[in-house]
């Protein structure tokens, strides 16, 4: 049986500080990046792509043009708070409205100290622009990018009887919507005809 040569370490020392090496060197990245150490001992002060994210240079190698000052369309207004007797009367007709549901919840703030203006409905809700988002998203990952509603024909039950069936357009409309809206939709009533 050969002895183990003292002068070299073990597998398991070698391991071991291996392991605390790591644990060590991961340590100080945490403390570094916690405590902003690289701006404050090395000198590192890059702007911040999410508070300041035009004062990040472009890559190097890339030049991008000078953008030419953008037209004035509007004059600047003042700020001034909002009136919330003018707010309240604007959107008590519209809240109330049956066609939004039975679940409304409106919430008008100040721009200035957040102080709220006018509420109506549920304090807690999920606002509908989260929902827009998540719904696409799904519907994205389950039909695909390139999924496209169709609206099929079929006869019915009576031979002189056809039957338009909607495959989940969500523009789909019973009658002919104006020319300017955008996308084009199309309607019961025209694709009935053409059918016919």
Excluded: I, N
Aim: with cysteine; proline share 10%.
């Amino acid at each position: 049986m050969v002895g183990r040569d003292r002068g070299h370490p073990t597998g398991r020392w070698l391991r071991r500080s291996t392991a605390a090496f790591v644990v060590l060197l991961f340590a100080c990245a945490v403390l570094a990046y916690r405590f902003d150490l690289g701006t404050q001992w090395l000198g590192w002060d890059y702007p911040s792509p999410v508070s300041e994210p035009a004062e990040v240079a472009p890559p190097p190698g890339l030049s991008l043009p000078t953008p030419a000052a953008a037209p004035v369309v509007a004059e600047p207004t003042v700020d001034q708070a909002a009136d919330p007797t003018a707010v309240r009367r604007a959107l008590a007709e519209l809240v109330s409205d049956k066609v939004l549901g039975k679940h409304v919840a409106v919430a008008v703030d100040q721009l200035s100290d957040g102080s709220s203006v006018y509420a109506h409905g549920a304090d807690l809700v999920t606002p509908a622009s989260t929902m827009k988002l998540l719904t696409t998203l799904t519907a994205l990952e389950t039909l695909g990018p390139q999924h496209r509603f169709r609206t099929t024909v079929v006869a019915g039950p009576d031979p002189k009887q056809v039957v338009l069936v909607g495959g989940g357009d969500p523009l789909l409309g019973r009658a002919p919507a104006p020319d300017e809206l955008y996308p084009a939709r199309a309607d019961l009533r025209t694709l009935a005809a053409a059918t016919a």
